[in-house]
């Protein structure tokens, strides 16, 4: 027997204004990562992997038109960034349609 739990979450307005930050942060990441990959692929180059990209997004939330970013936590941009290197793969392999 498979039982079930239903959890409705109810943050309250600090909490809810992070996770709003915490998904913007994570869409930006995500598009800058596919923007980054279409832009290596069209000028010919390889694929470039999450561990560079990581590295490059680093660099550019640490500079000051970015720094909103220093707001979000780490792990939530390195796991879109892996997120969108992961689908960008998936896309060649014909496993599923362009991100």
């Not at 692929?41 to 939330?61: A, N, Q, W």
Request: hydrophobic share 40%; charged share 25%.
């Amino acid at each position: 027997m498979v039982k079930a739990v239903r959890v409705m979450l109810e943050p309250n307005n600090v909490q809810q204004t992070k996770m709003f930050q915490y998904a913007g942060a994570a869409r930006f990441a995500y598009n800058w990562a596919l923007a980054k990959e279409k832009d290596s692929y069209e000028k010919g180059g390889k694929f470039i992997s999450d561990s560079e990209l990581r590295k490059e997004f680093t660099r550019l939330r640490n500079s000051a038109e970015y720094a909103w970013l220093q707001n979000v936590s780490n792990n939530v941009t390195k796991q879109a960034i892996k997120d969108a290197c992961i689908a960008y793969k998936n896309f060649f392999k014909s496993l599923q349609k362009h991100p």
